[in-house]
């Protein structure tokens, strides 16, 4: 490519000169090429290890002048073909010009002006934007990326290291490339190199570790090896980025979601050095992330900036140090002190923000107001005008909030209009469930309780009341260590939702989508889904003691947010364990509060907890187990015998203890997880196990532990509440004993944060990540052994066979999910359907699996075989080939006998596997179906008086007739059509491609003649048969054979043969490699198909070729030649040549192994020539 002059002073030092003219030199990089000897090896290590551009770039070009000692560099190519083309240039449109030239400056100036020029044009022309934003140095990394381990375009570098790969026990220097799909690697040592490619989605465990073998390095582990990297010089940011990417990897195989970057980020003031536009993306992204997470935001919210500034508190009187967070819709500080002060204030809310006047007490101190009276003042900010100018311009694009004006309270019969506009709607204001929740309606009528427990209820009530006027109230509230401990004390009933709905985020959800709830139902309800037809069979099961949910209009509140919810998430839809959740929420909220919250729920606070694979609820199982072994290390191996952790995790935390607790403690448990977060669920449930360590180590079994937990759980109450009891209906596992004593819930919670409150949410986010992987691809193993088992009894392979064709399959689809295809992934991808058809491959991925796998090799002819197979397969005709479809063609080419491979042949030629565009004769078709109309005529003839006779059927009829409808048909031979004369011309076609490689091809194609002629008399003599008797109703009309030559009328059928062999004994079998060009072409074409009708092929001479087809170039198609499946195979079986062919074992071990290789695994190689970088790299 062409670049800008740089000067060069030493031209000769470790290049050497190729070519020269009086102002140009073509240059060739020591130690790139042949030979090179000990100097270049020196040369080409140097260049590894100092990522020197002339790794990626060995060639180059200077411009020179006579009187100058100094060379500009002006050109440079990875390979000899890119140079010489720049070179060509260079004397064919600048040399003569700057040989007119008497000054050497105006030589330079000329040249270097004239590059430049060429350079901004195409930069103007082809760069695109994401390009232009990359450094140079970068750029030239990703294309030295995408030479070295032969990556497509689409495949995108994030970011590269220098470091160690561990070999064995020799360290080996290079580079790690990290890129959106790939891990790869790269060392070249005095010779030595070594390539490393690793796709994130086989990544099972990416874990930072220090040990004596290996100090302060990256395990990366596969299900096949272990990668050890070390000598970073950061190797925090590093394992970041590798911790990122596994996570879209995970993504991919979770649900479909492929990369997909940024375009939204603002751009960089200037181009970062050695920073791609991608890394700052991830780094974007991580740093949104946080961001949420710490203030549990939607997914959408995006962080603008942030900086260091002070806080003043009212309720302290003082100023608290921490960092200010800008972004779309929000405000927010953390203090740097944990627990001392969190806001969150939106941007909806804010009414003033003002620059207040700086003293040397308060700095540069900013004022935000807020619609309901509240006031922040913000001091030491670094950059105050851009700070406040930012909030301005957020401001502007923030709509104005309504949502006060469309309180559901102040619709409550407004009018009779209203009324009539909301009948016949399922959801609407006017119903008792939108504007209160299920407690208050059924308490709203009891009387008044003064007992002691209503008074301590009252005093929790004021003691909220107290804070609020103290911290405010609603989202703008300061939440302080106070806050947590009002919450550890128990939210009051009358305040549950209220603040559920502050502390879990859903309230800004809630506020910013007026009507989106009610909507929502109108568009699910009647709607009818497998969804559907699960929550109409959970609905009577959640929570049944509860008198809220003994009558129609509890049920329908539930019926109505669990649709709703599966309407707006079709990915989750409904998983058990959702119901009685959103039960408990229907108690203490609105409808729509409860909808919002179930959403913070189950897309926010508990990540893929409720999918169809409950992967999110596997994961925090995983963390448990992990905690227990930190913890509780002598209970946790006596719990891993038993196998009791994985059983009682999945219950507890996909319910947040609500289905193994009693009703009025668990609703505690949901207080403090809503303000703390999944930390408080691994606290209580560690604890569950501390208090019951000496009675589970005595255990024997599973279920005398299971027995232990589950009394205790019974017995955990709720001496406080001031609710009516209300009967737990676990089980209340008391085995004859006296029952055991009760534990308060508030103890329990207080001697969680005593013994376990030491966890922190970002080290469970860490854990989470290192079980991810591992679940993730624990299910995928899963999927795997289902799929094999499936196809065992379907196919002949082996199960190590079937395995490995199930990873090249999906490998297959999971590439087109990230380098794009003619269809999306997503429609690709059902998680609904059985594992066999689950992923989906198109017709171009479907080539190349063929191409890499078939034993029917046909040259330039195996493609158009493929997409026959491919639309054989399709039964469906969706476009799309699932692994059962693939695995039954691939299994009859394989494993069938002789006569099954001559059956899938056949079928290749005929309809719908011959495309219209092929074969566009109608023949065929008519034939068959007008012999099966005649058929089923007679025997509706036949049989008629029967049926008359028997009109009534018992019901055993009717179930063997359904039975036998149920009953796979097995094909055979009198089955298939009838094949006309344009199908048997492409059926010879392929037949003589398919033998250009074989080591008796010449006997072949003697054979091929031979039954080729039989057939073409077997059809001619059958056709005066047909001819004779009955004439067909339709007549086909006559088809012509497209050739270069035009058709002329009158000559034979069988010179469309023999013209069609010759047509494809001149197409190029295969592509030729330098070395066969110069190879006699004699082995493939000596031998002749000879005219069919002819002579026998012993008296043909070798060099004949097609006896009597040149004045017999084309003619009209024969409507009524045909023959039948049988006269194929009764040919085909007169050849000993042919039946040993079609008989021939042949293993397809070393087709997966090359198509293997061809996904780039580990190899060391010991030479660095052209040739053999080239082969190693793609």
Avoid at 501 to 528: K, R
Wanted: hydrophobic letters at 40%; proline letters at 4%; a negative charge.
């Amino acid at each position: 490519m062409w670049i800008e002059p740089e000067e060069v002073l030493l031209a000769g030092a470790l290049w050497v000169s190729e070519r020269a003219n009086p102002f140009f030199v073509l240059q060739r990089r020591r130690g790139h090429g042949r030979g090179g000897g000990l100097s270049g090896l020196l040369v080409g290590t140097l260049d590894v290890v100092l990522d020197s551009s002339a790794r990626v770039a060995p060639y180059r070009i200077l411009l020179q002048t006579a009187d100058s000692q100094i060379y500009w560099n002006i050109a440079c190519g990875s390979n000899r073909k890119e140079i010489t083309e720049h070179w060509d240039w260079l004397e064919a449109n600048l040399l003569q010009t700057v040989s007119i030239f008497d000054n050497d400056e105006d030589v330079i100036t000329f040249v270097k002006g004239k590059i430049s020029g060429i350079i901004a044009e195409e930069k103007r022309l082809k760069q695109s934007e994401e390009q232009e934003e990359d450094s140079g140095k970068f750029r030239e990394a990703e294309l030295k990326m995408r030479r070295l381990f032969g990556m497509p375009e689409e495949e995108k570098l994030v970011n590269y290291y220098s470091c160690s790969y561990w070999k064995g026990r020799v360290p080996r220097q290079g580079w790690l490339y990290l890129s959106v799909n790939h891990l790869c690697f790269y060392s070249f040592l005095l010779g030595k190199e070594v390539t490393l490619v690793v796709q994130w989605t086989e990544v099972i465990q990416l874990e930072k570790n220090a040990t004596l073998l290996f100090p302060e390095s990256v395990r990366v582990s596969t299900r096949d090896t272990e990668h050890f990297f070390s000598m970073f010089l950061n190797i925090n940011d590093t394992f970041k980025l590798m911790e990122q990417l596994a996570n879209i990897a995970m993504r991919q195989l979770l649900d479909n979601e492929g990369f997909a970057a940024d375009r939204s980020l603002p751009k960089p003031c200037k181009t970062l050095k050695n920073v791609s536009a991608l890394k700052r993306d991830f780094d974007a992204r991580a740093k949104n992330e946080r961001y949420r997470a710490m203030f549990r935001l939607t997914q959408d919210e995006r962080l603008d900036g942030h900086t260091d500034c002070t806080l003043w508190t009212p309720f302290a009187k003082r100023h608290v140090v921490g960092q200010l967070f800008i972004s779309n819709n929000y405000i927010c500080f953390n203090s740097r002190e944990e627990d001392l002060c969190q806001l969150i204030i939106p941007l909806r809310e804010v009414s003033i923000v003002e620059k207040a006047d700086s003293s040397s007490v308060l700095p540069c101190p900013v004022s935000i107001s807020t619609k309901n009276k509240m006031n922040f003042l913000f001091a030491n900010l670094k950059d105050r005008d851009f700070l406040v100018q930012r909030i301005s311009d957020f401001l502007q694009r923030t709509p104005d909030s309504s949502w006060g004006d469309t309180n559901p309270l102040s619709l409550i019969g407004s009018s009779a209009s209203s009324d009539s506009a909301h009948k016949g709607r399922h959801y609407h204001p006017g119903l008792p469930t939108a504007s209160q929740s299920l407690l208050q309606l059924y308490h709203r009528d009891a009387p008044e309780d003064l007992g002691p427990k209503a008074m301590k209820e009252k005093m929790k009530e004021e003691a909220w009341n107290i804070h609020f006027s103290e911290f405010g109230r609603g989202v703008c509230m300061y939440r302080t260590s106070r806050t947590r401990e009002l919450v550890l004390n128990g939210i009051p009933e009358r305040l549950r939702g209220e603040l559920w709905l502050l502390f879990s985020g859903a309230q800004n959800e809630l506020a910013s989508h007026p009507g989106y709830y009610g909507d929502l139902v109108e568009q699910a309800m009647g709607l009818c889904s497998l969804a559907t037809e699960e929550i109409e069979r959970d609905l009577h099961r959640s929570m049944p003691e509860h008198r809220a949910f003994q009558n129609e209009m509890g049920i329908a509140a539930l019926r109505r947010v669990l649709t709703a919810y599966a309407h707006r998430n079709p990915g989750i839809g409904y998983c058990q364990a959702m119901n009685i959740v959103t039960s408990v929420l229907l108690l203490y909220c609105t409808e729509e509060e409860a909808f919002w919250l179930l959403v913070a729920l189950c897309e926010r606070m508990l990540p893929d907890y409720y999918n169809t694979r409950v992967v999110g609820a596997l994961v925090d199982q995983g963390v448990f187990e992990d905690l227990t072994r930190a913890f509780l290390p002598q209970l946790y191996d006596h719990m891993q015998e038993l196998g009791v952790i994985s059983t009682i995790s999945l219950s507890w935390f996909l319910t947040l203890f609500l289905s193994v607790m009693p009703f009025d403690s668990a609703v505690l448990l949901v207080d403090c997880f809503f303000y703390e977060g999944i930390k408080v669920t691994f606290q209580v449930a560690l604890t569950v196990l501390h208090d019951n360590m000496e009675a589970l180590l005595s255990c024997s079994d599973e279920g005398e532990a299971m027995t232990i937990l589950g009394r205790y759980l019974d017995n955990v109450v709720n001496k406080q509440t001031v609710a009516p009891p209300i009967p737990h209906l676990h089980a209340l596992l008391t085995s004859g004993d006296d029952p055991p004593p009760e534990i308060d819930v508030f103890d329990l919670i207080k001697s969680s944060y005593e013994r376990f409150g030491s966890l922190r949410s970002d080290v469970i986010e860490q854990m989470r990540f290192k079980q991810r992987l591992k679940v993730i691809q624990s299910l995928e193993d899963t999927a795997k052994r289902s799929v094999v088992r499936a196809m065992m009894t379907e196919s002949a392979f082996s199960i190590e066979e079937l395995e490995e064709l199930y990873c090249l399959f999906k490998s297959k689809h999971m590439t087109s999910c990230y380098w794009g295809s003619s269809s999306s992934a997503a429609e690709r991808h059902d998680p609904s359907l059985p594992y066999l058809e689950q992923y989906r491959i198109d017709p171009v991925q479907f080539a190349q699996l063929f191409l890499a796998l078939t034993p029917w090799v046909c040259g330039s002819h195996t493609p158009i075989l493929s997409s026959r197979l491919f639309r054989l397969l399709d039964q469906n005709q969706d476009g799309l080939v699932n692994f059962k479809e693939f695995i039954t063609g691939l299994s009859g080419m394989y494993h069938g006998d002789m006569t099954e491979k001559l059956k899938l042949f056949y079928k290749l030629h005929l309809q719908p596997a011959l495309c219209p565009q092929e074969a566009e004769s109608a023949l065929e078709a008519t034939q068959f179906f007008t012999e099966d109309e005649a058929g089923g005529e007679e025997v509706k003839d036949a049989g008629g008086e029967e049926e008359e006779k028997k009109e009534v059927k018992d019901y055993r009829y009717y179930l063997r007739m359904w039975a036998k409808e149920k009953e796979a048909k097995k094909e055979t031979i009198k089955d298939l059509p009838r094949m006309n004369q344009e199908q048997f011309i492409e059926f010879c076609k392929t037949l003589y491609n398919m033998f250009s490689e074989e080591p008796s091809e010449q006997e072949l194609y003697h054979a091929i003649a031979t039954v080729a002629s039989l057939l073409l008399r077997i059809g001619e003599v059958g056709k005066k048969f047909s001819n004779g008797g009955k004439k067909p109703e339709t007549q086909a009309p006559p088809i012509r054979l497209q050739q270069e030559e035009g058709p002329s009328r009158g000559a034979s059928a069988d010179a469309e043969v023999c013209q069609a062999l010759a047509d494809a004994q001149l197409e190029p079998l295969v592509p030729q490699t330098p070395d066969e060009e110069t190879k006699d072409d004699t082995s493939v074409s000596s031998y002749s198909v000879v005219s069919f009708g002819s002579l026998p092929c012993e008296d043909i001479a070798d060099d004949t070729v097609l006896i009597g087809c040149e004045q017999r170039q084309g003619s009209t198609l024969d409507a009524d030649w045909s023959i039948t499946f049988e006269q194929v195979l009764a040919s085909l079986l007169t050849e000993p040549a042919l039946v040993s062919y079609f008989e021939k074992k042949t293993d397809i071990q070393a087709k997966m192994a090359a198509c293997k290789a061809q996904r780039v695994v580990e190899r060391q190689i010991s030479s660095a020539s052209d040739q053999e970088v080239t082969q190693h790299s793609t």
